[in-house]
């Protein structure tokens, strides 16, 4: 099959587009999509029942792609996405290229769809549970309310492409040093006298 110099096992397959019996530059394919996403949404949801409430913020986005690129080897760790089911004299049939250190290989300066992955998400943004003590309770104990809550914030996000960062940051190149956003989970009491 066509292949690029200095190509070996385990390595990216490109496909010869042009079907002129050489992988080049003459082979790239453009593409449409981008960071930014087709569509963008939320729902916010508020229940109550007798003296709890629950309220939620879903947000979500689908259509936009990111390119995942690392700098694995000698400068940093591979992540758990290139490490598993990465190819190896004993794993020929892998879905993920052999390992690599850094740059050293030809197909980190010819960026591929391999890499391109869906930004799709859907985030629990905010959840809050609470409960309201009855008011009659509250005035034999001499208060105007008391209401205990939980609350927390991005407590769960759900990307099939993206799994080890956050889909909603948007950068250009390496994704070296950049985390999912951070848990915060609260709780409280609201009292009124």
């Not at 990216?12 to 002129?20: A, L, M, Q, R, T």
């Not at 993920?96 to 769809?113: I, L």
């Not at 869906?118 to 985030?123: C, E, G, K, Q």
């Amino acid at each position: 099959y066509p292949h690029w110099d200095r190509a070996q096992a385990g390595d990216i397959i490109f496909k010869d587009v042009n079907n002129d019996g050489v992988i080049n530059g003459l082979d790239r394919v453009r593409s449409n999509k981008t960071t930014t996403p087709v569509f963008t949404g939320a729902l916010n949801i508020s229940l109550a029942y007798k003296q709890f409430d629950l309220s939620l913020l879903l947000q979500g986005a689908t259509g936009a792609v990111r390119y995942f690129d690392t700098e694995s080897g000698d400068i940093g760790n591979y992540v758990k996405y290139d490490f598993i089911d990465r190819w190896t004299p004993d794993n020929p049939d892998a879905k993920k290229p052999r390992a690599y250190n850094r740059t050293d290989v030809y197909w980190k300066g010819n960026e591929s769809t391999h890499y391109l992955l869906n930004a799709d998400y859907v985030r629990l943004k905010t959840i809050e549970l609470g409960y309201t003590l009855p008011g009659s309770i509250s005035t034999k104990i001499g208060i105007n309310s008391l209401r205990i809550y939980f609350s927390a914030y991005n407590l769960f996000t759900y990307s099939p492409g993206l799994h080890d960062y956050d889909p909603e940051t948007v950068t250009e190149g390496a994704y070296a040093g950049q985390y999912p956003p951070q848990k915060v989970i609260n709780g409280g009491i609201t009292l009124t006298f």
